[in-house]
């Protein structure tokens, strides 16, 4: 289990990072690791990212980093990945968003690490705020990554009890867009090449323009839609390779299983708006939940039991391709920003260095400015190790973080429709299993129903 300690750091950082990096304490330093800053710079570079916070009048207050101690039980990690979760845990607590240093120590009984992060974000140059409610949200962040490795919790939350009442709502599936999916699914699903898939897409009554991105456009639409506008699920190379998974897949003779027999009766109320037939199915299910599964199989056309899993399996996926390319921007607009903030420090000290050169007596001028000569050093270096060997405008790195941003925005909007959707679905696939699992008991519901037809 995991203890946690946080406190603030008010007179010098880098007496702190000093204590925390000793070769004694971790290992001669292979046990110690940093986040858009050199350990041996680090205080330097808090610095200069308070002072851009103070530019911006968003640095408030007199701290000037936080120390945040995580420590385990004796031998219940081993030094490695003891760090190794530190490092995850700082990553999440942290987002990306605030320079730091950490270290494991291992002269004591129990492993411990000390991490200790600048108090103003060089992302946005907020403050850190630490108080009650986001100590509790550090723990919780601890307590889950413990749980995810085996490890017991005991960190308090601020959480109580909660009791959740469901309240789900049907997200109607009418649109153009919702339409388009499933018959995109559909397409993709009974082909196993491109042209195959464009084929099936015109038989079930698409217009298709091709061009820089492949669109369709559904009778009486009257603008078209691009596909990678459905989501990352739908992106390109995604439809390319669950085609190609196509190609590999045993295709075994259909029969009419109990399920597929019984959902045909189900679908059957749908087909004809068979409203006797549909009263007397409520009568033995909730109401609500009865009108929720019958407007969801209507309006997005699956009216065989197979299309309904595959329609299911494919929000699964696309949630999966959501939460594959939110991980994958993340990444990117953390690595574009440690460039940009790099690459602005850089053009301060560049900026000290030259005035250096024309000064009357440079060997004295170095001696005065020796940590902005030693901060350049470090700072070239670091980005040499990113790729940049040519420093980019600053107006190009920024719009391309707000683009990247963007489209962070989006794919988060995208995977928030996944997860109704999928709720949705869930509620839908107990309904529908709950009935074919007694299909027996409601046989004469269904010759009756069959009658009435």
């Not at 009486?220 to 390109?236: A, C, R």
């Not at 033995?284 to 997005?300: D, V």
């Not at 519901?445 to 069959?450: A, G, P, Y």
């Amino acid at each position: 289990m995991a203890y946690i300690k946080i406190f603030p750091i008010k007179v010098t950082v880098n007496k702190a990072v000093n204590y925390i990096t000793n070769p004694d304490k971790t290992d001669e330093k292979l046990l110690v690791s940093s986040f858009a800053c050199s350990p041996e710079t680090a205080d330097i570079e808090f610095a200069l990212t308070r002072e851009e916070g103070k530019k911006n009048v968003m640095d408030k207050g007199d701290n000037l980093a936080f120390h945040l101690i995580q420590s385990f039980k004796p031998g219940e990690v081993d030094t490695e990945t003891a760090h190794r979760l530190g490092k995850e845990f700082a990553d999440k607590v942290l987002k990306g968003k605030y320079e730091y240093v950490i270290s494991t120590h291992i002269d004591k009984n129990h492993i411990h690490n000390h991490i200790i992060f600048n108090a103003t974000s060089f992302v946005d140059q907020h403050k850190y705020v630490s108080n009650k409610r986001s100590y509790h949200k550090i723990c919780q962040i601890s307590n889950r990554i413990c749980q995810e490795n085996g490890l017991a919790t005991s960190m308090p939350t601020g959480e109580k009890g909660k009791c959740y009442k469901e309240n789900m709502e049907y997200h109607r599936g009418n649109s153009w867009k919702a339409k388009l999916k499933v018959a995109v699914d559909k397409a993709i699903y009974s082909s196993i090449n491109y042209d195959e898939f464009l084929q099936k897409m015109q038989l079930a009554g698409y217009e298709i323009r091709q061009g820089k991105n492949l669109a369709f456009r559904a009778p009486e639409q009257v603008n078209f839609t691009n596909l990678k506008s459905l989501g990352s699920y739908y992106s390109e190379e995604n439809v390319l390779r669950r085609l190609e998974q196509n190609r590999h897949k045993a295709k075994a003779p259909r029969t009419a299983s109990r399920e597929v027999q019984l959902f045909i009766n189900i679908s059957t109320y749908v087909c004809t708006g068979n409203r006797a037939g549909f009263e007397r199915w409520a009568q033995l299910n909730n109401l609500k939940e009865a009108a929720l599964t019958f407007n969801y199989l209507s309006e997005n056309n699956l009216l065989n039991y197979e299309d309904f899993q595959r329609h299911v399996s494919d929000i699964d996926h696309a949630l999966e391709a959501s939460e594959q390319r939110i991980s994958e921007l993340s990444s990117e607009i953390s690595h574009q920003e440690i460039i940009q903030k790099h690459c602005n420090s850089y053009r301060s000290c560049r900026k000290i260095i030259e005035d250096g050169n024309k000064s009357p007596d440079p060997k004295k001028y170095k001696s005065a400015h020796r940590t902005e000569y030693k901060l350049h050093d470090t700072l070239k270096q670091q980005l040499q190790d990113l790729g940049i060997t040519k420093l980019p405008a600053p107006e190009r790195l920024e719009n391309k973080i707000t683009s990247l941003k963007k489209d962070y925005s989006r794919v988060q909007k995208e995977k928030q429709e996944l997860e109704k959707q999928q709720s949705t679905l869930n509620i839908i696939s107990e309904n529908i299993e709950h009935l074919l699992s007694n299909g027996t008991p409601y046989k004469n519901e269904i010759q009756k129903t069959e009658h009435d037809l």
